[in-house]
Each structure stands twice: as structure tokens, then as C-alpha cells.
């Protein structure tokens, strides 16, 4: 493997995840004004939540991922959710193995905490060629009109997603 994930547990860290995600902005192809999308961004570091870094042997970030723990919808309370905030890949990792590894990450690193996380959720881009690849994976639960255009809501059972994941070829990395 020539690249290895990182929990952003360190102010560092936390400031390197910020800063990538900001020089790519707009690759995120999200329809929200950039004081909302700067809120999804950096609220997994704000909230209690989890940011992933991935990294080259070179030490360049060259992935992200990030979530927090509940929805806006129940005072985040409802903790066994987790919502997941962004995933973004440099171009030229993208249709690798990249985010299988990064979905395999997630959800060992998930199972190996004290909490009891049940179902994953997130937001992406209302697209034909993003619904048939997270029709694989999640439901499609609801379209909402943004300022930008339309986004769409995924649902699906934790369990689901780390079985999927562990379904392949994998490192053990909890």
C-alpha cells in the first residue's frame, strides 16, 4: 500500500484536513454557498466528530474524509447516526482502490469504539452518474432544492456498509 490513513486527532492534523478540503472546494461540486459548505466542512473538527486524512509516502494529503454523530433534525442526539460529512480523493486516485480502503478504514475504526453506531447517512450532488454509484451502497431516502440545485439524501445500516467493505480484499486496521 503507498499511502496510509490518519485520524485527525491533533490540532495539526485538524488544520491540515481544513486546509485541503479548502484548496478543493470546488471539486466538492456541492450546491451550497461557501459559508455552508465551510460549515459541513470543518464541523466534524467543531462537533466531536471524526476527520480522516490519507496520505502519500511523500506526506501529502491526498484524501479526506469526515462525519459527524447525529442529525441537526434531533439536537444531534441521536448518536447512533453517524452523518457523513465529506469524502474527497485527488483526481488521480479516484477509480482505485482508494475509497474501498477508505470505507474499510471507516467503518473498522467505527466497530472499534465504545459507541453503538447503527446507520450512516450523507448528502451528495443530485447527479445520474453519483445515484447509480451510491445505489451500491446506500437508499435513497429524499431530494432537496438547495439555492445551487438539488441534493439527495442517502440512508444505509452501518452493518451493511462494513460488511460490504470487508466483503474484499482488506487490511486489518483495528
Not at 490540532?11 to 459559508?35: D, G, V
Not at 459548505?37 to 469526515?66: H, K, T, W
Not at 442526539?77 to 457523513?84: E, G, L, P, Y
Not at 431530494?143 to 441534493?151: F, S
Amino acid at each position: 500500500m503507498d499511502y496510509y490513513f490518519q485520524i485527525c486527532a491533533t490540532e495539526r492534523y485538524q488544520e491540515k484536513y481544513i486546509t485541503f478540503l479548502l484548496q478543493h472546494h470546488k471539486e466538492l461540486n456541492l450546491p451550497y454557498p461557501f459559508p455552508v459548505l465551510l460549515s459541513f466542512m470543518a464541523s466534524p473538527v467543531l462537533m466531536q466528530g471524526e476527520a480522516v486524512l490519507c496520505f502519500n509516502p511523500d506526506y501529502e494529503v491526498i484524501g479526506a474524509l469526515s462525519y459527524i454523530y447525529g442529525t441537526g433534525d434531533h439536537n444531534y442526539q441521536d448518536t447512533h447516526i453517524v452523518q457523513i460529512q465529506a469524502v474527497f480523493l485527488v483526481d488521480e486516485r479516484r477509480k482505485t482502490r482508494l475509497f474501498l480502503e477508505g470505507l474499510q478504514f471507516l467503518t473498522q475504526y467505527i466497530a472499534q469504539l465504545d459507541r453503538k453506531v447503527t446507520e450512516f447517512r450523507f448528502w451528495t450532488p443530485a447527479k445520474r452518474d453519483l445515484r447509480r454509484l451510491f445505489a451500491k451502497l446506500a437508499e435513497r431516502t429524499a431530494t432537496r432544492e438547495t439555492d445551487l440545485g438539488l441534493i439527495d439524501e442517502y440512508r444505509a445500516p452501518f452493518s451493511q456498509w462494513h460488511t460490504y467493505g470487508m466483503r474484499f480484499r482488506h487490511e486489518s486496521y483495528f
